[in-house]
């Protein structure tokens, strides 16, 4: 089955640098989701990549996937103590209502 | 901006009582699904619904659960007999749908439930 499996599970870094997650899965996708969950809350969308595209931006998230590798990268610029929270993304294989493939996660600390 | 919305918040129940956790997906959206997340755990599918009937469900999705949609914006989760294993956050999430499957899937809060 495939998988989204995020490395690193955490970071911490301070704010204003950049921040990078990545993610690896198994088998072939149809897209790919990054999410975002502060503790305790429910999952909030962030952006969704479809399997043949190679760059996806949205104001500071920037996401690459490269197919090749089963890979992708979600980089935040410029972190604000905001940003402290759970990543993960989530891949999906195709279909009308396929269920998302959810990675373990990023935790990522934004030191003020 | 319109978003799935869950009740209850938390709920917490004795062990093999029943319990239905309760989603209003978002209004124009026609797929809509359950997903659980044990503490410290990874968020794990659980089913998929389209047109009134299950499309996908996972090995967790046994016999003990069912879903419903009883009304045009309700979608009910139930687990029939709760086990200590069911604690978990249960996340309900809806997509427009259309002809491509490229849509985002927009997540409810949550239901915490706590299963003593």
């Known amino acids: 089955s495939q998988q989204g499996e995020e490395d690193p599970q955490a970071l911490s870094i301070q704010e204003g640098e950049n921040a990078t997650m990545n993610c690896s899965y198994k088998t072939s996708i149809n897209n790919l989701q990054w999410y975002r969950q502060n503790s305790g809350r429910g999952l909030v969308h962030l952006i969704l990549i479809r399997s043949n595209e190679r760059e996806k931006h949205s104001g500071r998230l920037r996401v690459t996937l490269d197919t090749s590798k089963k890979s992708s990268s979600l980089l935040i610029t410029a972190s604000r103590a905001a940003d402290t929270a759970s990543y993960f993304c989530?891949?999906?294989?195709?279909?009308?209502?396929?269920?998302?493939?959810f990675g373990k996660g990023t935790h990522l600390i934004i030191q003020p | 901006e319109p978003e799935v919305t869950q009740t209850p918040s938390h709920q917490v129940t004795q062990m093999g009582q029943e319990v239905i956790l309760r989603c209003v997906p978002i209004s124009n959206h026609l797929y809509f699904y359950w997903y659980r997340q044990i503490l410290g755990q990874k968020v794990e599918f659980l089913v998929s619904f389209y047109n009134n009937e299950i499309s996908e469900k996972s090995e967790i999705f046994d016999d003990q659960f069912s879903v419903e949609r009883p009304d045009g914006s309700n979608f009910t989760l139930k687990i029939r007999s709760t086990k200590l294993e069911d604690s978990a956050m249960y996340f309900c999430?809806?997509?427009?749908?259309?002809?491509?499957?490229?849509?985002?899937?927009?997540f409810g809060p949550g239901t915490r439930l706590t299963v003593l």
């Open positions: 999430a809806s997509k427009v749908g259309g002809s491509g499957s490229y849509n985002e899937q927009f």
């Open positions: 989530a891949v999906s294989s195709g279909g009308g209502a396929d269920g998302l493939t």
